[in-house]
């Protein structure tokens, strides 16, 4: 009975491998502010984004630039490739898996040409961001390079 009231856990790897960055420092205000979620980003230096939790995949963009998973828990994640990616309208993005589709952690969802989006004078800062319907805690170390794979963040549901 008293189990009720304890908060759940839910534990997000990183997509790809890069440096970690706190979401504040993201130059773009719908991250910086959260209007979009809680959550942290990363400076990606690996092609490849897999899924950061296991679930289901509720969206690829047409463009590609991003997806989003909702687990077990209700949580939404979603992992934005870049800043502006969606003007590319597709260029340097390739789609490796399907909405719908049930997904572990590590699934290839998305493969992107990092030195294009770059040459075509987009960031590659790479905000993953997270909702709930219920109150969230979040932590995370967030001054380290991290690999793909590797615990990123760890989420607390009230």
């Given at each position: 009975?008293?189990?009720?009231?304890?908060?759940?856990?839910?534990?997000?790897?990183?997509?790809a491998?890069?440096?970690?960055?706190?979401l504040?420092?993201?130059?773009d205000?719908?991250?910086?502010q959260?209007?979009a979620?809680e959550?942290?980003?990363i400076?990606?230096?690996?092609?490849?984004?897999?899924?950061?939790?296991?679930?289901?995949?509720?969206?690829?963009f047409?463009?590609?630039?991003?997806f989003?998973?909702?687990?077990?828990?209700g949580?939404?994640?979603?992992?934005h490739?870049?800043?502006?990616?969606?003007?590319?309208?597709?260029?340097?993005?390739?789609?490796?898996?399907?909405?719908?589709?049930?997904?572990?952690?590590?699934?290839?969802?998305?493969?992107?040409?990092?030195?294009?989006?770059?040459s075509?004078?987009?960031?590659?800062?790479?905000?993953?961001?997270?909702?709930?319907?219920?109150?969230?805690?979040?932590?995370?170390?967030?001054?380290?390079?991290?690999r793909?794979?590797?615990?990123l963040?760890e989420?607390?549901?009230?």
């Amino acid at each position: 009975m008293f189990g009720l009231f304890k908060a759940k856990k839910q534990i997000l790897v990183s997509p790809a491998d890069g440096d970690v960055i706190d979401l504040a420092d993201v130059p773009d205000e719908v991250f910086s502010q959260k209007m979009a979620g809680e959550g942290i980003a990363i400076f990606p230096c690996s092609n490849t984004f897999v899924t950061p939790v296991a679930g289901v995949i509720t969206k690829i963009f047409s463009t590609n630039h991003a997806f989003s998973i909702k687990t077990k828990l209700g949580l939404e994640v979603l992992v934005h490739i870049g800043l502006d990616t969606v003007e590319l309208n597709g260029e340097g993005f390739k789609r490796v898996a399907k909405e719908g589709d049930t997904v572990n952690v590590g699934k290839p969802i998305i493969v992107a040409d990092l030195e294009f989006i770059q040459s075509k004078g987009k960031e590659i800062i790479t905000p993953i961001v997270v909702n709930h319907e219920k109150d969230l805690f979040l932590s995370c170390d967030k001054v380290r390079t991290i690999r793909e794979g590797d615990n990123l963040l760890e989420v607390n549901i009230k």
